[in-house]
């Protein structure tokens, strides 16, 4: 019997939880650099086949860094049903939201540390990796919340959103500062479409309405979501404070993953993403359920820019680099503001943007794989005034490497007790 490319290689899951304390440190970790690490991704039960590689059980790697230390590294498991082998998202009253398998992000709002997948609803996990349980925040959340949820630094806020397929399609979200789900209203969209980011500005909320859209003949054939050339594609821009979503058609594409968005000097709303063309598409979205590593390539997508003009109701797009890129990050302090840099990893790189003038720069790592590059800022510093976070490895071993982000040189390199799988992505979470 042949093993499925997502259980091989780079994607092999990792048998156990283990913990590792005082791990070896090449160069000099930051004094600064006081906090946690943590990175999610899918990793299956030993003997289990999810079927597809997004639908593996939610594993958080962590490593602790402290006074220059790396104090410590350990594995979680997120403690679902689905991991206890007892839930069905789908069941004979409805969906059971609790019953998924936690496995793109873990990010840090207000108190809480929480553990998220697009379909269902976070969970909640201590400092040290355990699972509190599911976080519906005092019953108000009734649909999913996606992976990818967009704190405004000016406010302290965090919008995000829940997609479906079934109505309502889509619904906007909004906690505030303190962690309370404070508004929630349903957005008219023609169909059931797999959404899985969006973007804010000072003003807005950017849609993706994109031509991948739910099918329920592929219910139970891995992820029911197929290409439809029927369907269009359309940026939205709504307004925060409230009113109808402005719509701009753009050409047919995917986008997985935002950069960022913001309102330019003439009222034009910029947004930088990873776009997948159709053919793009195409080719990769076979391989991350099929017989092909889909961690071996980015799959073709390069970072695009588009201006959205409301005076003409024209979207213009431009691709900004040839490069084959994923997983785009900020300094998040610019979420939703005018910035300058983007960070984004190649198949043997990671990449900084300088979209003011179309620069970039590469630090390359050779015959070792990066994960999402997480900028953690310097105190007081610049836009790129910080470090990069990135877990590399190989198919026998993995680091934490950190980079300087202003010129991307190597800081140090915390070298882990094992291979840490492919996966999604992380977060910093600083010492209060």
């Not at 070792?368 to 836009?383: H, L, Q, T, W």
């Amino acid at each position: 019997m042949t093993t499925a490319a997502y259980l091989t290689g780079l994607l092999a899951p990792v048998p156990d939880e283990i913990d590792a304390l005082d791990l070896p440190v090449s160069g000099s970790l930051p004094p600064e650099l006081s906090g946690r690490y943590f990175r999610n991704g899918p990793n299956p039960l030993p003997g289990q086949d999810p079927g597809h590689w997004f639908t593996g059980h939610g594993m958080i790697h962590g490593i602790r860094l402290r006074d220059g230390r790396a104090e410590w590294y350990r594995n979680r498991w997120v403690r679902t049903p689905l991991l206890a082998g007892e839930g069905r998202f789908i069941t004979d009253t409805g969906i059971d939201r609790t019953a998924v398998p936690a496995n793109t992000h873990v990010v840090r709002h207000a108190d809480r540390i929480l553990a998220l997948v697009e379909n269902g609803l976070p969970y909640e996990m201590t400092p040290d990796l355990e699972t509190v349980g599911p976080c519906d925040f005092g019953g108000r959340l009734t649909t999913a919340m996606t992976a990818h949820p967009k704190e405004d630094p000016l406010t302290g806020d965090l919008h995000f959103f829940g997609y479906g397929f079934a109505e309502p399609y889509l619904t906007y979200h909004r906690l505030s500062s303190a962690g309370e789900l404070v508004e929630s209203r349903e957005i008219p969209v023609p169909g059931p479409t797999m959404m899985h980011d969006f973007a804010i500005t000072r003003g807005h909320v950017i849609w993706l309405d994109l031509p991948v859209v739910f099918d329920v003949d592929f219910v139970g054939r891995g992820l029911p979501y197929r290409w439809d050339d029927g369907y269009g594609a359309r940026l939205g821009v709504m307004p925060r404070e409230g009113g109808p979503v402005r719509w701009f058609d753009v050409d047919p594409c995917y986008v997985f993953h935002v950069g960022n968005a913001h309102e330019d000097e003439h009222g034009r709303v910029v947004v930088d993403a990873v776009r997948y063309s159709p053919g793009a598409f195409a080719t990769l979205w076979p391989r991350i359920g099929g017989s092909a590593n889909p961690a071996a390539e980015t799959g073709g997508a390069a970072l695009h820019r588009w201006v959205l003009d409301p005076a003409t109701g024209v979207a213009k797009d431009e691709r900004l680099d040839d490069r084959a890129v994923e997983f785009p990050t900020i300094n998040d302090a610019r979420t939703g503001l005018t910035g300058r840099y983007v960070y984004a990893v190649a198949d043997d790189a990671v990449v900084k943007y300088d979209t003011e003038t179309g620069a970039s720069l590469a630090h390359e790592t050779g015959e070792r794989s990066p994960g999402e590059a997480v900028f953690v800022p310097a105190d007081g510093g610049g836009e790129d005034e910080g470090w990069l976070l990135s877990i590399v490895g190989s198919e026998h071993e993995a680091e934490l490497r950190v980079l300087d982000a202003s010129d991307l040189t190597a800081v140090a390199s915390v070298r882990l007790p094992r291979r840490v799988p492919a996966g999604f992505h992380g977060s910093w979470i600083p010492d209060e």
